[in-house]
């Protein structure tokens, strides 16, 4: 099992910046974040949860909804099991709830097996 914990959310003015954290876990064998592709999700109110970003094992693929393209970085530190979304330029439609994801395969982040419970953002002046 992998248990994966959101951090970082809150409110902010139109234009601001926020570093989400996702500090991933595991029982039984040690977990090594580097087997695992990871991505960060949204779901806005009164919308569907959609995908945001996520990055493969390597970091060497990663996708950005055109929502977010040249505003969010995803990020990972596979030695500490840790994945970051910084957040930049944000606007009232990015808040939300923000969870991260992972899951085994690359093909299958866009319905991952692991999520977290996820952090509230949100964008308001």
């Known amino acids: 099992q992998v248990q994966l914990v959101e951090s970082g959310g809150g409110l902010v003015q139109p234009g601001g910046s926020l570093r989400l954290s996702c500090a991933a876990s595991?029982?039984?064998?040690?977990?090594?974040?580097?087997?695992?592709?990871v991505a960060w999700f949204r779901q806005a109110p009164g919308k569907e949860r959609e995908g945001i970003s996520c990055?493969?094992?390597?970091?060497?693929?990663?996708y950005y909804a055109d929502s977010v393209k040249g505003r969010f970085t995803i990020s990972r530190d596979n030695a500490e099991n840790m994945v970051y979304l910084q957040m930049n330029s944000l606007k009232p439609e990015d808040t939300g709830v923000y969870y991260c994801?992972?899951?085994?395969?690359?093909?299958?982040?866009?319905?991952?097996?692991?999520w977290g419970r996820g952090t509230q953002v949100a964008v308001s002046s």
């Open positions: 994801a992972a899951d085994l395969g690359y093909s299958r982040i866009k319905s991952p097996q692991y």
């Open positions: 990055n493969s094992m390597s970091g060497g693929d990663t």
């Open positions: 595991g029982s039984g064998l040690q977990l090594s974040l580097q087997h695992y592709a």
